[in-house]
């Protein structure tokens, strides 16, 4: 192996080498106007739909409460979706400044890496889970403007529709979470293996760090899973009609 | 926070020194399609970052930062054959001293086998980052760093000498 000035003198030449162009102002212009196609602003627009989601739900629950007005049980479901759905967009937001920080690529390589496995294997789950609630209230939403559109009540379900919607939810928001754990595992796998090879004693700290993490991340897992319980009994009250009386 | 210049502006200044940009993706990619890519890639995070960019190191050094860790978080199947074909096809200038191109080659090649970390630091010990500067970037202690390149550069003389043994 040649000495460390040839090595380096050596690989000044590679770009030349390898016939690295310059690119112009307006191809770099280009560049930073186009679309990103890594992990990170993946689940940065899952978030962000998310929250658009969860704002198209609340605008749709707070026109069922105005079509139902005067339905008593039908504007206490509404009312109810509404007042759990408002802490959690704010919730989501926070998840959302919260991945940013752990995304920020002007942090330092070994920040960077910890930050991003330790918000996957801890905050993840967390974001998922406030996902799956979306689904759940937009369909109590949609269901009820469907119904008035339909029929200009809430109409009654059998036992059979009743297990036919709940379970497509149930499928939904079970596949939602199999695919991103799927993508998210091989993610956090690159990030370990890269924070090992930068330093061995790295991977340990973060591990313990994340363990910290998912002790305080504990209740707002307890938190959203009673919402998604909450979610689920509203869902049942509007489809067992107790409004329709109202 | 650094107030987000327009986009022309902000380009000017990549534009500047996308050198530092070149290098990053000619050692975490394989062929021209993969190194546009990634050199999109980063221009693209470059320009997400710089609202956070505190001016409290030097523009470069940050660049190299965001750089190096878009190129090591990137997860990206590649869209080349794997190999060093585009080497063979600047023949022009590998004729001019085919020796030294040889040996470029292979130093290259060498390089490729590192794993990413590796990569990113042997990459800034050429570019003459000092060790302070490779730590700052990297967040890793001056001694570690120091400790991390005898190994490294231990590990590509045994590559490059694997790679001559195996063209011989």
Redesign the interface.
């Known amino acids: 192996?040649?000495n460390?000035e040839k090595?380096?003198a050596?690989?000044n030449?590679?770009?030349?080498?390898?016939?690295?162009s310059?690119?112009?102002?307006?191809s770099?212009?280009q560049?930073?106007?186009?679309?990103?196609?890594?992990?990170?602003q993946r689940i940065k627009n899952m978030i962000v739909f998310d929250i658009v989601l969860k704002l198209l739900g609340l605008a749709a629950l707070a026109i069922d409460f105005i079509l139902y007005f005067g339905t008593t049980n039908v504007m206490i479901v509404t009312l109810a979706g509404i007042a759990l759905l408002i802490p959690l967009v704010f919730y989501q937001q926070k998840l959302l400044n919260h991945f940013n920080g752990a995304a920020?690529?002007?942090?330092?390589?070994?920040?960077?890496?910890a930050s991003?496995l330790t918000y996957l294997k801890t905050a993840f789950f967390t974001t998922l889970l406030s996902i799956s609630i979306t689904y759940l209230f937009v369909f109590i939403a949609g269901s009820l403007a469907y119904f008035y559109a339909a029929y200009g009540y809430v109409r009654t379900l059998d036992g059979v529709d009743f297990l036919v919607f709940a379970g497509f939810i149930a499928i939904g928001i079970v596949f939602n979470f199999i695919v991103n754990q799927a993508q998210v595992k091989?993610?956090v796998k690159?990030?370990e293996?890269?924070l090992s090879?930068?330093?061995d004693k790295?991977l340990e700290l973060v591990s313990e760090n994340i363990e910290l993490q998912r002790k305080q991340d504990r209740t707002n897992k307890l938190l959203l899973g009673l919402v998604v319980i909450v979610g689920f009994v509203l869902l049942i009250a509007v489809f067992m009609n107790i409004g329709a009386a109202g | 926070m650094t107030k987000k210049p327009n986009?022309?502006a902000?380009?000017?200044l990549?534009?500047k020194h996308?050198?530092i940009i070149?290098?990053v993706?000619?050692v975490y990619t394989n062929g021209?399609v993969d190194?546009e890519d990634l050199?999109?890639?980063i221009?693209?995070?470059?320009?997400?970052?710089y609202p956070?960019?505190r001016g409290e190191a030097k523009f470069s050094t940050?660049m190299y930062?965001?750089a190096?860790?878009?190129a090591?978080?990137?997860?990206?199947k590649s869209r080349n054959t794997p190999g060093f074909e585009?080497?063979a096809?600047?023949d022009g200038?590998?004729d001019e001293n085919r020796e030294?191109?040889e040996?470029?080659k292979q130093?290259?090649t060498a390089i490729s086998k590192l794993?990413?970390?590796?990569k990113?630091m042997i990459l800034m010990w050429?570019?003459?980052k000092s060790y302070e500067e490779i730590a700052?970037?990297?967040?890793?202690s001056k001694n570690?760093v120091s400790v991390k390149l005898v190994r490294i550069?231990r590990k590509?003389?045994e590559l490059?000498?694997e790679i001559e043994k195996q063209e011989s």
Not at chain 1, 104 to 113: A, C
Request: net charge neutral; glycine share 4%.
């Open positions: 192996m040649k460390d090595l380096k050596m690989w030449k590679a770009e030349k080498m390898m016939g690295a310059d690119y112009n102002v307006p770099i212009e560049f930073i106007s186009g679309r990103s196609n890594d992990t990170a920020d690529n002007g942090q330092s390589t070994r920040d960077k890496l991003m091989y993610h690159h990030l293996l890269c090879d930068l330093n790295s | 986009k022309k902000f380009s000017e990549i534009g996308q050198a070149h290098k993706t000619l021209r190194r050199f999109q890639e221009c693209l995070q470059l320009w997400k970052a956070n960019f940050w930062r965001v190096l860790n878009t090591i978080s990137t997860i990206r585009h080497l096809d600047h200038v590998m030294e191109a040996q470029l130093l290259y794993n990413r970390i590796d990113a050429l570019d003459e700052s970037i990297m967040g890793t570690n550069k590509l003389e490059v000498l």
